[in-house]
């Protein structure tokens, strides 16, 4: 198992920016691949972004693409979320979450609002 801690929410204007952080323990970092997932109220928890292992690999939502970008530092035990050009319908609770077992994401983090005003 891994622990998972985000950090960087907040409350920002649209077309604000923010930086999601996911500090991970636990397990060799660089044996798993990492997501972004975001929850907002009333709707299922959404993928938002994926890196692989190595952090040559991305993956992103059609919503976020071309706004948010998803790194990790394996030297750190932590991957990141750049959210550019925010917009209110990216309100959320933001996870991070750990892909131990092939393909599923199985580890998962407390949780971190974001809120994007108008």
């Known amino acids: 198992q891994v622990q998972l801690v985000e950090s960087g929410g907040g409350l920002v204007q649209a077309g604000g920016s923010l930086r999601l952080s996911c500090a991970a323990s636990?397990?060799?970092?660089?044996?798993?691949?990492m997501g972004w997932f975001r929850q907002a109220p009333g709707k299922e928890r959404d993928f938002v972004a994926a890196?692989?292992?190595?952090?040559?690999?991305?993956y992103y939502a059609d919503s976020v693409k071309g706004r948010f970008t998803i790194s990790r530092d394996n030297a750190e035990n932590t991957v990141y979320l750049q959210m550019n050009s925010l917009k209110p319908e990216d309100t959320a609770v933001y996870y991070c979450?750990?892909?131990?077992?092939?393909?599923?994401?199985?580890?998962w983090g407390q949780g971190t609002q974001v809120t994007v005003s108008s």
């Open positions: 890196i692989n292992w190595s952090g040559n690999n991305t």
């Open positions: 636990g397990r060799t970092f660089s044996s798993y691949d």
């Open positions: 979450a750990a892909d131990l077992t092939a393909g599923t994401f199985d580890s």
